[in-house]
């Protein structure tokens, strides 16, 4: 069974949104019928589908709004029509907290959609920043399943020449995390269930690095209840786009293997054009690869873990 947990799709209406604002190479592959055909490819058999960066916000707050209630709807619709292949995560107007968390309460609450997707930055405030704790209150309050995807960075890229995903995005969401940790939003929302893009960026590579600041400086050590390895260690890390042995190896030592999620970021994976195995890198987990293919998604989408032991 190999389920994939980061996997971009979108309606046609948004795809052609997406034509008019700078990003990333692929849009025109984001809709549902060339995810689907990718899915059979490489053998795949179901899929948690999220939007991802930029959004919906490109300067008009009701626009905004809108465009997530239209997604959100539709992937209500694809989550209906076929449960057993696809969850979804929802789209939050952002920055507008008011209206994400009212976006929030109807994507979870009525639709029944599977968790959300967040940033790394909200209009430059990172993942940890207070003012968006009612936001995460909220998602707490619920258990969610959050997806933090990395965001355009609120700078500008210091190496300009190279597209942003290729240094900028990791950094983004080891920002990230290290604002969760060390603003005490991990012990303050202890009940989301977070997933990190891309193996965590820097994350598990730095990790010894990060958890050093407890003994530098005594004033972050009383900020939070464990240590730095806690938190690194109870979060999920997808393997999208860092399906590579060092990138498996770094997670490996700061989280258990149940931890460490399948993914793919269709459709920014480059990966062999005939098919078949999308990670051959994979094969050296050995016995675990089950659990990072298949298996480990239950804990986030707990459908899927029934879909496993079927």
Same mark, same amino acid.
């Given at each position: 069974?190999?389920?994939?947990?980061?996997?971009? $799709?979108?309606?046609?209406?948004?795809?052609?949104?997406?034509?008019?604002?700078? *990003?990333?190479?692929?849009?025109?592959?984001? @809709?549902?019928?060339?995810?689907?055909?990718?899915?059979?490819?490489?053998?795949?058999?179901? +899929?948690?589908?999220?939007?991802? %960066?930029?959004?919906?916000?490109?300067?008009?707050?009701?626009?905004?709004?809108?465009?997530?209630?239209?997604?959100?709807?539709?992937?209500?619709?694809?989550? !209906?029509?076929?449960?057993?292949?696809?969850? !979804?995560?929802? @789209?939050?107007?952002?920055?507008? /907290?008011?209206?994400?968390?009212?976006?929030?309460?109807?994507?979870?609450?009525? /639709?029944?959609?599977?968790?959300?997707? /967040?940033?790394?930055?909200?209009?430059?405030?990172?993942?940890?920043?207070?003012?968006l704790d009612p936001l995460l209150g909220e998602l707490d309050a619920r258990?969610? &399943?959050?997806?933090?995807?990395?965001?355009?960075?609120?700078?500008?890229?210091?190496?300009? #020449?190279?597209?942003?995903?290729?240094?900028?995005? %990791?950094?983004?969401?080891?920002? +990230?995390? $290290?604002?969760?940790?060390?603003?005490?939003?991990?012990?303050? &929302?202890?009940?989301?269930?977070?997933?990190?893009?891309?193996?965590?960026?820097?994350?598990?590579?730095?990790?010894?690095?990060?958890?050093?600041? $407890?003994?530098?400086?005594?004033?972050?050590?009383?900020?939070?209840?464990?240590?730095?390895?806690?938190?690194?260690?109870?979060?999920?890390?997808?393997?999208?786009?860092?399906?590579?042995? +060092? *990138?498996?190896?770094?997670? !490996?030592?700061?989280?258990?293997?149940?931890?460490?999620?399948?993914? @793919?970021?269709?459709?920014?994976?480059?990966?062999?054009?005939?098919?078949? =195995? %999308?990670?051959?890198?994979?094969?050296? /987990?050995?016995? !675990?690869?089950?659990? $990072? =293919?298949?298996?480990?998604?239950? +804990?986030?989408?707990? #459908?899927?873990?029934?879909?496993?032991?079927?």
């Amino acid at each position: 069974m190999r389920i994939d947990a980061h996997l971009h $799709v979108a309606p046609e209406e948004y795809v052609a949104v997406l034509a008019k604002v700078p *990003g990333p190479p692929g849009t025109p592959e984001f @809709t549902l019928p060339h995810a689907e055909a990718f899915m059979r490819r490489y053998e795949i058999d179901a +899929a948690v589908i999220s939007t991802g %960066p930029p959004g919906v916000f490109f300067g008009d707050q009701q626009r905004a709004n809108d465009l997530a209630r239209a997604l959100n709807e539709r992937y209500a619709q694809i989550v !209906a029509a076929a449960p057993d292949r696809f969850a !979804a995560l929802a @789209t939050l107007p952002l920055p507008d /907290l008011d209206a994400s968390i009212d976006e929030l309460r109807h994507a979870l609450d009525e /639709l029944g959609l599977d968790g959300v997707w /967040l940033p790394s930055n909200v209009a430059g405030g990172y993942l940890g920043d207070e003012r968006l704790d009612p936001l995460l209150g909220e998602l707490d309050a619920r258990g969610a &399943y959050v997806l933090v995807h990395p965001f355009f960075p609120p700078y500008q890229a210091p190496l300009e #020449r190279w597209p942003v995903w290729l240094i900028e995005f %990791p950094f983004e969401t080891t920002r +990230a995390i $290290v604002n969760l940790i060390y603003s005490g939003t991990f012990d303050r &929302y202890p009940s989301i269930r977070f997933q990190f893009s891309h193996l965590g960026g820097t994350a598990p590579f730095l990790a010894e690095r990060i958890g050093s600041l $407890v003994a530098r400086e005594s004033r972050f050590r009383a900020a939070i209840a464990h240590e730095p390895a806690h938190y690194l260690g109870r979060v999920w890390y997808d393997t999208a786009l860092a399906n590579a042995p +060092a *990138g498996l190896a770094a997670a !490996a030592q700061v989280a258990a293997g149940e931890r460490i999620v399948f993914g @793919t970021d269709w459709p920014y994976a480059a990966l062999p054009e005939e098919g078949g =195995d %999308p990670a051959p890198a994979l094969a050296g /987990l050995g016995s !675990a690869r089950a659990g $990072v =293919d298949g298996a480990n998604i239950g +804990a986030l989408v707990p #459908r899927f873990q029934a879909k496993e032991e079927d």
